[in-house]
């Protein structure tokens, strides 16, 4: 069974440039969440959707980021414009619970570079 | 914001050799997760604990979550090469929000 896709697994980009994260989650899981880790903060909750209806961005760094998830199939995450200091692995998980307790299945994570 | 820290932050052993490491806070968890994450990988749950004092085992894993609930030890016996990767506990303080800990790096030395 195909797990939780992301795409890019690796981005490298300029300060300036607009990025754009893209995840499918397992089919029939109804949360999408999308986490930041990088070596000094660690897994950070960014955003989590539940049936596709964002629930809490309170972890969204700030205005620059946006996430969407358009359907139960595929969810976005932008940064525009991108800094330095986004530089990190971002992953999508999903689950099948409709909280935070359920087990949470991630992706490979998408690597980001912004020079 | 509860604050989830594990220690040590990095343990480097020799294969064969026991080791536990230790997810604490001041808070008090509704449910406690502990993952595995190896490089270039995402996270991947290995137990979830619910009850203070409950203790899990997975093969050489043993899970305690303790029994004021705001701590829980991960004990691995008789460790191998392929318990290496990032151990980080995930907690949910019951306001539907799960926080993961910093991790322990862990190097398993053949």
């Known amino acids: 069974d195909a797990g939780v896709i992301q795409s890019p697994r690796h981005e490298v980009t300029e300060m300036g440039q607009e990025v754009t994260l893209r995840c499918k989650p397992i089919?029939?899981?109804?949360?999408l969440f999308w986490y930041r880790q990088t070596m000094m903060r660690g897994l950070e909750l960014l955003i989590y959707?539940?049936?596709?209806?964002?629930?809490?961005d309170s972890g969204m760094p700030e205005d620059r980021f946006s996430a969407k998830m358009p359907n139960a199939s595929f969810s976005t995450l932008k940064i525009q414009p991108s800094e330095p200091r986004d530089s990190a692995v971002y992953f999508c998980?999903?689950?099948?619970?409709?909280?935070?307790?359920?087990?949470?299945?991630f992706g490979e994570g998408s690597r980001l570079t912004v020079l | 914001t509860q604050l989830l820290e594990q220690s040590p932050q990095f343990l480097s052993i020799q294969e064969g050799e026991n080791l536990t490491v230790y997810c604490n806070s001041s808070?008090?968890?509704?449910?406690l997760q502990w993952y595995r994450q190896e490089p270039g990988e995402g996270p991947v749950l290995l137990v979830t604990v619910v009850t203070g004092g409950e203790v899990k085992k997975l093969k050489r894993l043993t899970f305690q979550f303790g029994d004021a609930r705001k701590d829980s030890s991960l004990h691995i016996t008789a460790a191998q090469p392929g318990d290496t990767g990032l151990y980080l506990c995930a907690a949910n303080f019951g306001n539907e929000k799960l926080t993961f800990g910093t991790g322990t790096r862990l190097t398993i030395i053949p």
């Open positions: 089919s029939g899981h109804n949360s």
């Open positions: 808070s008090v968890f509704s449910s």
């Open positions: 959707f539940n049936n596709n209806v964002p629930i809490d």
């Open positions: 998980a999903s689950s099948t619970s409709g909280s935070l307790t359920g087990e949470l299945f």
